[in-house]
């Protein structure tokens, strides 16, 4: 029982650190592209 609660620990913690991660990478990304201003009329 306590392997099988040590696994689901660690591919939680695996799941939670790859979210963090692309997460953080998306953000990256959006900071590269640079914002056009909106033409104003």
Do not use: N, W, Y
Not at 1 to 17: P, V
Request: no cysteine; proline share 2%.
């Amino acid at each position: 029982m306590k392997k099988l609660l040590k696994l689901l620990l660690i591919l939680t913690t695996i799941f939670s650190m790859f979210l963090v991660g692309f997460h953080v990478g998306q953000e990256k990304e959006k900071a590269r592209i640079p914002k056009f201003q909106d033409d104003q009329d």
